[in-house]
């Protein structure tokens, strides 16, 4: 069975930057999409970033292109999400999951979800 874990949140000033971890357990999990998910105050949790199995297929969510890049190696069972000029609206809780690339790109990634890393952005 994949799990996902995430780490790497914090405070951050407005146009600072952070990047996320998320560690991914079980031995198929090369095999599968990942994807960044955010849930901010009141909000519907909204994908903010995907990427294929083996990378060669990345979505970003129009409101993040350009600022954040998403990558993975998957002999360390991580995929990373880099962010740039970070902004507000940008503060939210951060998760990662797992799944085929059609439903993580629908929001709906197998894996059970994890507790979320917290992302601030506020001077």
């Known amino acids: 069975q994949v799990q996902t874990a995430e780490s790497g949140g914090g405070l951050v000033e407005p146009g600072g930057s952070l990047t996320l971890s998320c560690t991914i357990s079980?031995?198929?999990?090369?095999?599968?999409?990942v994807g960044w998910y955010r849930q901010g105050p009141g909000k519907q949790r909204e994908l903010v970033a995907a990427i294929s199995n083996y990378g060669g297929q990345i979505h970003y969510a129009d409101s993040v292109k350009g600022r954040f890049t998403i990558s993975r190696d998957n002999a360390k069972q991580t995929v990373w999400l880099q962010m740039n000029n970070l902004r507000p609206e940008d503060t939210a809780v951060y998760y990662c999951?797992?799944?085929?690339?059609?439903?993580?790109?629908?929001?709906?990634?197998?894996?059970?979800w994890g507790q979320g890393t917290q992302v601030t952005v506020s001077s």
């Open positions: 079980g031995s198929l999990s090369k095999l599968f999409a």
């Open positions: 999951n797992s799944g085929r690339w059609e439903p993580v790109l629908t929001g709906n990634p197998f894996a059970p």
